[in-house]
């Protein structure tokens, strides 16, 4: 098994940054290669459904919901085992409970790529709560 524990989230206003940060493992007397990982960023408002934000392979492709384009940026540290979410000019409408995922690489991957519906990913943080005011 996969633990994954998000961190980074707070409250800012809008047009500011945030970074979050997720720290993977793998759990006792699993073999654990975060380099064959699709990892993922998700995030959650009240009364809507999880939606992708940001996913990112093992070739370090990455691939960008619209509403996040050119704002936000995913990248991984494979040596720490680090997922990253920068998010720069925040919007009021990017307030949600962001959450971090991961699923090892295999043929559900050679038939889309990462950047699938969160139902497909099977490794999930607790979520960090981001809060953009106008």
């Known amino acids: 098994q996969v633990q994954l524990v998000e961190s980074g989230g707070g409250s800012v206003q809008a047009g500011g940054s945030l970074r979050l940060s997720c720290a993977a493992s793998?759990?006792?007397?699993?073999?654990?290669?975060?380099?064959?990982?699709?990892m993922g960023w998700f995030r959650q408002a009240p009364g809507k459904e999880r939606e992708r934000v940001a996913t990112?392979?093992?070739?370090?492709?990455?691939a960008y919901a619209d509403s996040v384009k050119g704002r936000f940026t995913i990248s991984r540290d494979n040596a720490k085992n680090i997922l990253y979410l920068q998010m720069n000019s925040l919007k009021p409408e990017d307030t949600a409970m962001y959450y971090c995922?991961?699923?090892?690489?295999?043929?559900?991957?050679?038939?889309?790529?990462?950047?699938?519906?969160?139902?497909?990913?099977?490794?999930w943080g607790q979520g960090t709560q981001v809060t953009v005011s106008s």
């Open positions: 990112i392979d093992s070739n370090d492709d990455t």
């Open positions: 793998g759990t006792a007397g699993y073999t654990f290669k975060y380099s064959n990982f699709c």
């Open positions: 995922a991961a699923r090892p690489l295999g043929s559900w991957y050679e038939q889309g790529g990462c950047f699938r519906p969160s139902h497909v990913y099977n490794s």
